[in-house]
């Protein structure tokens, strides 16, 4: 027997591949793209949210004693009375605010759109100052935090020790706004629909030649 002297070929490598794996210790492109949009959003809202909450702050410290102590009792009916008016006052500067944020469509009209969104901005200022008067009441939730300025006139404490039912004349006046706000939505609704015109034809009255009205056609048998 002759032997070959040729050597065996060696098998090529394969070749790179198109996808890496990736690895747990590198970080991914996409998750710090995402952590960079948090940090994003998370600059914004944070300042955002202490400038809606700052307004609050102000009326509760400059005006929170004056207006329980002073102003509310002098209402027409006591404090019990202006408490009743600020609870009505909720639903109404809500609707206020939210309606014309409703009827905006920027698809259809950026202009009409934009005057909408400037239209509901009384409604927003309505209803910071409800929320102030509102926010004036709350006591702290600590109780050793009932120093001597909660106590003082005007101050939460005192309300909730002068007025004790302040809370449910309140809640029932805003009850009471918002079931005769949906009663009369849903009058709106059963009057405009029992006033829409009828889509469908009416039907052709009978003829002189056919007082049945089926015209020279008879009946099947």
Same mark, same amino acid.
């Given at each position: 027997m /002759?032997? /070959?002297? +040729?050597? *065996?070929?060696?098998r090529k490598a394969a070749g790179a591949a198109l996808r890496y794996e990736h690895r747990p210790g590198r970080p991914n492109a996409d998750e710090a793209k995402k952590r960079d949009w948090g940090c994003a959003w998370a600059l914004v809202v944070l300042p955002g949210f202490a400038v809606l909450l700052m307004p609050l702050v102000l009326f509760d410290m400059y005006w929170g004693h004056e207006l329980w102590g002073d102003f509310a009792p002098a209402w027409p009916g006591g404090a019990y009375a202006f408490a009743g008016t600020v609870g009505a006052l909720v639903p109404l500067v809500f609707i206020a605010w939210v309606w014309p944020l409703i009827l905006m469509d920027w698809k259809k009209s950026k202009p009409r759109s934009l005057a909408w969104a !400037?239209?509901?901005?009384?409604?927003?200022?309505?209803?910071?100052? %409800? +929320? @102030? %008067? !509102?926010?004036?009441?709350?006591?702290?939730?600590?109780?050793r935090d009932w120093d001597y300025d909660c106590y003082r006139?005007? @101050? *939460?404490?005192w309300v909730h020790v002068h007025y004790p039912w302040l809370w449910a004349v309140g809640l029932a006046a805003t009850l009471a706004v918002i079931t005769l706000l949906i009663g009369l939505f849903?009058?709106?609704?059963?009057?405009?629909?029992?006033t829409a015109p009828s889509t469908s034809e009416p039907e052709a009255g009978?003829? *002189?030649r056919s007082p049945s009205g089926t @015209?020279?056609?008879r009946p099947p048998a």
């Open positions: /002759s032997g /070959s002297s +040729a050597k *065996p070929k060696r !400037i239209a509901s901005l009384p409604g927003l200022a309505a209803g910071y100052l %409800v +929320a @102030g %008067v !509102i926010s004036t009441t709350v006591r702290p939730k600590r109780r006139e005007g @101050g *939460p404490c849903a009058r709106h609704v059963r009057r405009s629909s029992a009978p003829t *002189p @015209g020279d056609r």
